[in-house]
């Protein structure tokens, strides 16, 4: 089931919940609650997988449905609903998301795709290309020439939400610019915000871009209601297995798209953006038992 909804004001609104119920009154119902952490400024589209509803009383997903009820918990504001869909066809997908341009994106995580057939795509920071610790110029092409796709993180990595707007076109525009220059036009009008920050100067600025990528967790479908605060699942040093497991079968069972972000791939260590590399290998090693594509931005667009 698939909910689109639009939200004006997301520090006014605490909860939203829907009801399916059978039978008058709502003595018994299923039930659906999404908090605000879950939710975005504009418009919003949720795959909920029919399991998840909870059943209050007797209520069945066997029976059939009379009436729906929606409820809005905060302290003012509205949401705005478009429709509800059942049974919408559309195709899982991931797509991993290397942000930064690390070397270890190209020595650990690449051998590991390539094993099974994958790609996957770089956020480059232009100016931190061939730099300590970045993978160079020659290893984002060869990355390319073997099917993943090279996506713009800005010249600098500054939080963008804490320059002054001009700023804010200048970092996206000169990456995007060095990008062009190098051969990655492909995705350079896709951008990941630095930090998963943006606010509505940064949504101005990214007007004439394609996509723009945020860190804040849910599925997606395409075409995005909302192109430019795409939403991710993080992947950190600490991440369980199960979250990633439940986000990709919930993709599965939707038809929705999950974006795994991740950082650095590596044997060891404890930083918060390393992800070891055995525990990637099983990541990608599960997602080849599920009936589930492996994408690049692009290619889902299309």
């Not at 039930?31 to 418009?43: D, P, T």
């Not at 209050?56 to 705005?80: C, F, K, P, R, W």
């Not at 606010?199 to 394609?210: E, F, H, P, S, T």
Request: proline content about 3%.
């Amino acid at each position: 089931m698939t909910i689109r909804f639009y939200v004006q004001d997301i520090t006014l609104l605490s909860k939203l919940e829907i009801r399916f119920s059978s039978v008058d009154g709502m003595t018994t119902h299923l039930g659906w609650s999404l908090s605000r952490w879950k939710m975005s400024r504009g418009w919003n589209e949720v795959m909920v997988p029919i399991k998840s509803l909870t059943a209050n009383g007797a209520e069945s997903i066997d029976n059939t449905m009379v009436s729906i009820q929606v409820s809005v918990t905060g302290t003012g504001g509205a949401i705005v609903f478009d429709s509800i869909y059942v049974n919408r066809p559309s195709k899982a997908a991931v797509i991993f998301r290397f942000d930064d341009g690390w070397t270890t994106q190209y020595t650990k995580a690449f051998p590991i795709l390539k094993s099974y057939g994958y790609v996957g795509t770089v956020g480059v920071i232009s100016n931190y290309v061939g730099t300590t610790g970045y993978a160079t110029l020659a290893q984002l092409l060869e990355l390319q020439s073997f099917g993943w796709e090279i996506f713009n993180h800005t010249a600098n990595h500054p939080d963008l939400t804490t320059v002054d707007p001009g700023l804010i076109r200048s970092e996206i525009d000169g990456c995007r610019q060095w990008m062009n220059q190098n051969g990655f036009r492909s995705a350079s009008d896709i951008v990941a915000y630095p930090y998963g920050s943006f606010n509505q100067d940064v949504l101005d600025a990214m007007q004439g871009y394609k996509l723009g990528l945020s860190t804040q967790a849910e599925l997606e479908l395409a075409p995005p209601v909302s192109p430019l605060t795409l939403k991710t699942l993080t992947i950190n040093n600490d991440t369980e297995n199960s979250v990633y497991e439940a986000a990709v079968n919930q993709a599965v069972e939707t038809g929705s798209t999950l974006i795994i972000l991740l950082h650095r791939i590596e044997d060891s260590g404890t930083d918060e953006m390393i992800y070891h590399a055995d525990k990637f290998a099983a990541m990608v090693d599960f997602l080849a038992g599920k009936s589930i594509e492996v994408s690049t931005f692009s290619e889902w667009l299309l």
